[in-house]
Nanobody, 126 residues
């Protein structure tokens, strides 16, 4: 089992920045593929970004490419999502996800993640 706890959500003005963190426990962190997803009210869950075991490979959804950066610190068992140039349409609950299956690039987008956090709310005001 893997436990994931997100933090760092909040209210920010459009154009601002926010960094989300997700701390993992219960399994060797360096052998987890990690992803961030989001879900806005009334909408389907959307892929945001993902990162491979070592962090050497990342993949981003089109709506966040160039604005968001995913990274991981295997020594701290934590994955991050740096969000810049935030827009009101980025408002959503953001979820961290993990899976022991190795992925790289597009494979991290298509991966079915087995473990999920409880989510953290991000609200971007206009």
């Amino acid at each position: 089992q893997v436990q994931l706890v997100e933090s760092g959500g909040g209210l920010v003005q459009a154009g601002g920045s926010l960094t989300l963190s997700c701390a993992a426990s219960g399994r060797t962190f360096s052998s987890l593929s990690l992803g961030w997803f989001r879900q806005a009210p009334g909408k389907e869950r959307e892929f945001v970004a993902a990162i491979s075991w070592t962090g050497s490979s990342t993949y981003y959804g089109d709506s966040v490419k160039g604005r968001f950066t995913i990274s991981r610190d295997n020594a701290k068992n934590t994955v991050y999502l740096q969000m810049n140039s935030l827009k009101p349409e980025d408002t959503a609950v953001y979820y961290c996800a993990a899976d022991p299956t190795y992925c790289s690039g597009y494979g991290c987008y298509t991966l079915t993640y087995d473990y999920w956090g409880q989510g953290t709310q991000v609200t971007v005001s206009s």
